[in-house]
């Protein structure tokens, strides 16, 4: 012990003198970078997640996209007859759902092989599935994902179709148009668009503002009759009636309280355009002033009013009937 206490004397250090820092603290603060993020680190749950979700995604790039666990985002078709009309009419399809277990009947089995044809992706889904995706729609077992609808435009298909009609030609077929004003019930435009299918009418008007779309709904209530039957919208609705009548249209609206009765209504074979209004509104001014008549259907006292449809299909009946006669 006494060395150690010697003049001069210095204590030995095992690991040797250390002079300054050498830069080592400046080191350690300078830090490795930003952390990465959690889905980047290999060692994570979210970077597997992650993966998983990608090869998900490669795998199955054909299914549709969802809004959480909401509807999926695009137009879903539904029921059997819907989609079978759909496919016969070369809607484009991306994507065929079909119930587990579904009982197949020649419709079915119709539909499988139109969507085998054209290499649509066919996916089974439960009974519980289906009800989610189409917002519990009658789907029958069966839902097919359409693009949205490609509408036309108003003033071109209408101009385009009057030109092909010529009046001394026995065989040409007046032109013959329904334009809704404020129709925003989707099944109500389903529900026209097929009774101009059945009277053999050349297309259905929607203004583009304040109107309903050719949706799921309508082509569900349409019964595959929007396959068919083209849909045109028209930026301004009273500029295109201001059109059409001078390419040669009449323009008749429908009201309860019209001047013409419609079994007397003698426009009936011509070039016509025929106006509804809402049940609750009816026919707005400016489109009301833009009519060549305006005609009623004979009712019973004790009912107010028909559904737009309805009016639309006994209106297009008579003027059938009418042009048959003729």
């Keep these: 012990m006494a060395q150690y206490n010697r003049p001069g004397a210095v204590r030995k250090n095992k690991k040797g003198p250390v002079v300054g820092s050498g830069g080592q603290r400046r080191k350690a603060l300078k830090g490795r970078g930003p952390t990465p993020k959690a889905e980047d680190r290999v060692y994570h749950k979210a970077y597997k997640a992650k993966q998983a979700a990608s090869r998900k995604q490669q795998t199955s790039h054909n299914r549709p996209v969802r809004a959480g666990k909401g509807p999926i985002k695009e137009d879903l078709v539904t029921g059997r007859n819907s989609v079978l009309e759909a496919l016969r009419s070369n809607v484009p399809a991306k994507t065929l759902f079909v119930a587990t277990k579904i009982e197949v009947d020649d419709r079915v089995k119709d539909i499988l092989q139109m969507c085998a044809e054209r290499n649509v992706p066919t996916l089974e889904a439960s009974r519980s599935e289906l009800d989610r995706l189409t917002s519990d729609a009658v789907h029958q077992g069966v839902a097919l994902q359409v693009p949205p609808y490609d509408y036309r435009d108003a003033d071109e298909h209408a101009a385009a179709v ?47 503002r304040r109107s309903a779309a050719v949706t799921a709904t309508a082509w569900k209530t349409s019964a595959g009759a929007a396959a068919r039957v083209p849909v045109s919208k028209a930026t301004n609705l009273t500029r295109t009636l201001e059109n059409c009548k001078k390419a040669g249209y009449f323009v008749i609206g ?59 299909g006994i209106t297009l009946y008579e003027v059938s009937r009418r042009r048959a006669s003729a």
């Design 254 to 312: 429908l009201d309860g309280g019209g001047d013409v009765q419609l079994p007397e209504l003698n426009l009936a074979t011509e070039p016509l355009i025929v106006v509804v209004g809402s049940e609750g509104k009816g026919l707005s001014r400016l489109v009301t002033e833009h009519c060549d008549a305006i005609v009623s259907i004979p009712i019973d006292s004790t009912m107010e009013s028909l559904n737009a449809s309805m009016a639309v």
């Design 162 to 208: 009057i030109r092909r009609y010529d009046p001394k030609d026995p065989e040409s077929k007046a032109p013959l148009f329904v334009a809704l004003d404020g129709i925003t019930d989707p099944r109500n435009l389903g529900a026209v668009i097929r009774s101009v299918s059945a009277f053999s009418g050349d297309g259905v008007i929607l203004p583009e």
